[in-house]
């Protein structure tokens, strides 16, 4: 009994005594200080902090473990100082101006692809509705040469069944003029462009109608004739200009099946 009392206050004694007196070793404040100024790279800081607070001389040959058993006190209050300081040294806010730079870097990168991903939308809603306002510009520019081209032909054609003098091809020429330069401006693909230009190059009166038939002077039978025959081919030849409105899938179907570009409008107006 004696020898085992003997050996636990032996044991006892072995325990740090500085361990003991830093307010008890569940104090997380007091674990902080000792593994933060207690480790080897803050040594000689917390005795140069406990120095210029005058709790240690300059000369004084103790080392930290020893003066942190001795003075828990002195060691709390110096240790404390120094983690003051080092948390406020510019040292220290460079790293965390670094560790902030990194983490903007990081978030940066992160977000690259979806602002591309934005930007890419953007730009692909941008061009689509560019592309639609084109697409309406020339359907009503369409739209206005035929049906200016249509009053200049139906008003020559009258005035030509009545009398060839009466008749005035130049507002036929000019708008006929107007309606090919319309055509030409139409998108492709090649089956849509190919469908335009037959259709300008079919327009009826690229010229005057005859005054006279081979020797003789046309009457008003034949004139009337001849206009109702211009009348049919201009009805025939601008049939198929509203299916240049169609989707662009439609044309591209069109220009991928064999012959198709080459083949009738009518194929189209079906």
């Known amino acids: 009994m004696v020898t085992g009392a003997a050996l636990l206050l032996l044991a006892a004694g072995a325990v740090p005594a500085f361990a003991v007196s830093?307010?008890?070793?569940?104090s997380p404040e007091r674990d902080a200080q000792l593994v933060y100024c207690l480790a080897p790279?803050?040594?000689?800081?917390?005795?140069?902090?406990?120095?210029?607070?005058?709790?240690?001389?300059?000369?004084?040959?103790?080392?930290?473990?020893?003066?942190?058993?001795?003075?828990?006190?002195?060691?709390?209050r110096a240790c404390a100082a120094l983690?003051?300081?080092?948390?406020?040294?510019?040292?220290?806010?460079?790293?965390?101006?670094?560790?902030?730079?990194?983490?903007?870097?990081?978030?940066?990168?992160?977000?690259?692809?979806?602002?591309?991903?934005?930007?890419l939308l953007t730009l692909v809603g941008q061009s689509y509705e560019r592309g639609s306002a084109e697409r309406r510009s020339l359907r009503l520019e369409l739209r206005t040469t035929e049906n200016a081209y249509r009053d200049a032909v139906r008003d020559y054609l009258d005035a030509y069944g009545v009398s060839y003098a009466q008749a005035d091809h130049l507002p036929v020429r000019s708008a006929r003029e107007a309606l090919t330069a319309a055509l030409s401006r139409v998108p492709g693909p090649a089956a849509r462009l190919a469908a335009a230009e037959r259709i300008a190059d079919g327009l009826p009166l690229a010229e005057p109608l005859p005054r006279d038939g081979g020797g003789?002077?046309?009457d008003s039978e034949d004139r009337t004739r001849i206009a109702n025959e211009e009348h049919a081919s201009l009805a025939s030849c601008l049939r198929?200009?509203?299916?240049?409105?169609?989707?662009?899938?439609?044309?591209?179907?069109?220009?991928?099946?064999?012959?198709?570009?080459?083949?009738?409008?009518?194929?189209?107006?079906?």
């Not at 103790?62 to 006190?73: L, M, N, R, S, Y």
């Open 216 to 218: 003789y002077v046309l």
């Open 22 to 26: 830093a307010g008890g070793a569940d």
């Open 240 to 270: 198929a200009l509203p299916e240049l409105n169609r989707a662009f899938p439609y044309w591209s179907w069109r220009t991928r099946r064999p012959g198709s570009a080459q083949s009738g409008t009518t194929e189209g107006a079906e």
């Open 41 to 76: 790279v803050h040594r000689t800081d917390l005795l140069t902090a406990a120095v210029r607070l005058g709790l240690l001389k300059a000369d004084a040959d103790v080392t930290p473990e020893q003066w942190a058993k001795d003075h828990d006190a002195d060691f709390g």
């Open 83 to 119: 983690m003051t300081a080092e948390s406020d040294s510019p040292g220290t806010a460079a790293r965390a101006e670094e560790a902030d730079g990194d983490g903007w870097l990081m978030t940066a990168l992160k977000q690259l692809p979806l602002l591309l991903l934005g930007a």
